[in-house]
């Protein structure tokens, strides 16, 4: 006889570990003649600004610039000033993951900003890169053979959460802030903070769209150098090309602001604010995926000997969260408070008794007026942790926008954290990869009729194999109900004509 087996590619797509990259950059620079003298510096603020990413024959560039601000004061003119500075960087790194895309989030580990006299500033920057990768996977499995007289097929399933798609996306996005009524008017703007929130992913036809929240946190100087803060936030949505999907599946996008610029906008009706970004997301497709395979077979005319071998499957679940709340308490902070960082490092996952626990450690500066009527700043680093239902494979967090409650001259802070989880995994099926003939068989030579009992472990496919018969011929022969218990029964088996 001859036997041709069918196979078929399963594909899908698996988060290859991080990579991390560190580049130290350090500049000298002149104060813009524009700017007063500097005095004191009262904080600095970094920002990231990535333009540039290029993965190519396994290396990849990151290029940009840090936007520093420098909040500080002046003994030419009163109230708190702020200058921007821009220091370029360009990095690469050896990337063998074969990574169909990469996404990067930046953090700055250092920022130095050290005066050099009233007209000068030394700059020292230490940004790090933490690059996930999106991979595609294929395993080939058996699905099927070519019908032949006498073949017999075991045919099982298997139901895999995969994520079967990735697509990275990036957008522009500007939005104008008029001046509200009643708010003070801004005469300078001196530091921002934008956050970023998905609010929806879904699919459509081929189409994917996205709608979100950028929320912006202002700080300003207005008429007489009074400090004042403003928050908006500002919707969202961008439809892009994506490719057809079972209706089933289930999006998950995380969004980061590749650049941004924040500035003043003078208008008839006063000064406001506008605000240009470029927004990146990814956003994975994830499904359950039913796969027929054939875990064993034999035939009832001829010998045959299958070559079984398991095959592996790389398994994702859709993303879970996890929120907890920093709280925070601001004794004797004036009349005046403002969040000019925020820092989370990256959370460590422990297991112990069976329950996991996420945890990390956030970073904060705060910048008030003192019993002096000066600006200054308090940092403060508390640890959060947070139970897990169950362990991940992977944990990011989220710092999302802040709420303070005054009480006299004392301030609270709460400061909501999410822990992004990720769960993968592996799954293994034990399916025929070949099969080897060896002749036909002399069933002349075979009894006509076998009497016997399923032994420990035994299945009636194990006996039907063994005995060179049918499953169904053995039911029929003994009318069996299904389900029934055959542990005790003497079975009849059937000699194939």
Request: net charge negative.
């Amino acid at each position: 006889m001859e036997l041709a087996l069918k196979f078929a590619d399963i594909t899908g797509y698996e988060a290859a570990g991080d990579l991390i990259v560190t580049h130290e950059e350090s500049m000298e620079t002149a104060i813009p003649e524009y700017c007063p003298d500097l005095a004191r510096i009262v904080d600095t603020v970094g920002q990231v600004n990535i333009r540039e990413k290029n993965l190519s024959d396994g290396r990849l560039n990151i290029g940009g610039t840090i936007r520093v601000t420098v909040l500080y004061t002046s003994e030419e003119s009163a109230g708190l000033r702020s200058l921007t500075l821009s220091v370029p960087f360009s990095c690469g790194v050896e990337d063998k993951r074969q990574c169909e895309s990469v996404c990067v989030d930046s953090r700055l580990l250092l920022l130095e900003v050290k005066p050099l006299g009233t007209r000068k500033l030394y700059v020292r920057v230490l940004p790090e890169f933490r690059v996930r990768g999106y991979r595609k996977w294929t395993q080939c499995i058996c699905t099927g053979a070519s019908d032949s007289a006498g073949l017999q097929l075991r045919c099982e399933s298997v139901t895999l959460p995969l994520m079967s798609r990735v697509w990275e996306r990036e957008f522009p996005f500007a939005q104008e802030i008029p001046p509200e009524s009643g708010e003070s008017a801004p005469e300078d703007l001196l530091m921002d903070r934008t956050f970023l929130r998905v609010t929806a992913c879904q699919h459509f036809g081929s189409k994917l769209v996205v709608k979100g929240e950028a929320v912006l946190s202002i700080l300003y100087r207005a008429e007489g150098q009074r400090l004042c803060s403003r928050e908006v936030t500002l919707p969202f949505s961008q439809i892009m090309e994506g490719e057809e999907l079972p209706e089933e599946t289930e999006l998950s996008c995380t969004a980061r602001i590749l650049d941004r610029e924040v500035h003043q906008v003078r208008t008839e009706n006063g000064n406001g604010f506008g605000v240009t970004m470029r927004i990146g997301v990814v956003i994975c497709a994830f499904e359950q995926r039913e796969v027929e395979y054939v875990s064993d077979l034999y035939s009832t005319r001829c010998s045959l000997d299958a070559v079984r071998q398991p095959v592996t499957f790389v398994t994702a679940q859709l993303p879970d969260e996890t929120r907890c709340n920093v709280s925070q308490h601001l004794e004797d902070a004036g009349s005046f408070v403002y969040l000019t960082a925020a820092e989370a490092a990256v959370p460590e996952v422990a297991t112990e008794g069976g329950s996991s626990t996420a945890r990390t450690s956030v970073r904060l500066r705060v910048l008030y007026i003192d019993e002096s009527g000066a600006p200054v700043t308090a940092e403060r680093t508390c640890e959060i942790s947070a139970q897990l239902r169950q362990t991940p494979s992977a944990a990011q967090i989220a710092v999302e926008p802040e709420t303070w409650q005054r009480a006299g001259g004392a301030y609270d802070l709460h400061l909501p954290v999410t822990f992004c989880l990720r769960h993968a995994g592996e799954e293994s099926v034990t399916a025929v990869s070949s099969v080897n003939e060896q002749g036909e068989v002399d069933r002349a030579a075979m009894p006509s009729l076998i009497l016997r009992r399923l032994r420990d472990g035994e299945t009636l496919w194990d006996v039907a194999k063994q005995c060179r018969t049918q499953q169904q011929a053995i039911i029929a022969a003994n009318e069996l109900e299904q389900g029934a218990d055959l542990n005790d029964i003497m079975l009849l088996i059937p000699k194939m004509r």
